[in-house]
């Protein structure tokens, strides 16, 4: 099972800006569609954002739309997530996660099959 890791969390001020990285554990993150879910204290972890193998489609859900942006290299086996313009309801732990064997983005949770260990984001008022 091929593995994917988060980094580059951390606390930041309302209206900061941060970048998550995803890479994955071997060299073919390019066959997987990959998306960002997210899981505050409390709360039901949901979907942020996805995107499809080629970069050819990407979907956000209503509240991070204008504000995250994600991408990914698929040569250096990695997507990223840059988030701006920060909220304090954005704090969560974030979590990559990769689907080996669908070509579509999915919001539903139980469609990926690797997932990292998460990265805490805080955001303060």
């Known amino acids: 099972q091929l593995q994917v890791a988060e980094s580059g969390g951390g606390l930041v001020q309302a209206g900061d800006s941060l970048k998550l990285r995803c890479a994955a554990s071997e060299g073919s993150l390019h066959t997987a569609v990959m998306a960002w879910f997210r899981q505050a204290p409390g709360k039901e972890r949901e979907f942020v954002a996805g995107?499809?193998?080629?970069?050819?489609?990407?979907t956000y859900i209503d509240s991070v739309k204008g504000r995250f942006t994600l991408s990914r290299d698929n040569a250096k086996n990695t997507a990223f997530l840059q988030m701006s313009s920060l909220k304090p309801e954005d704090t969560a732990v974030y979590y990559c996660a990769a689907d080996w064997t669908s070509s579509t983005v999915k919001r539903d949770a139980r469609s990926y099959t690797s997932w990292g260990q998460g990265t805490q984001v805080t955001v303060s008022p």
């Open positions: 995107i499809s193998r080629r970069s050819l489609f990407i």
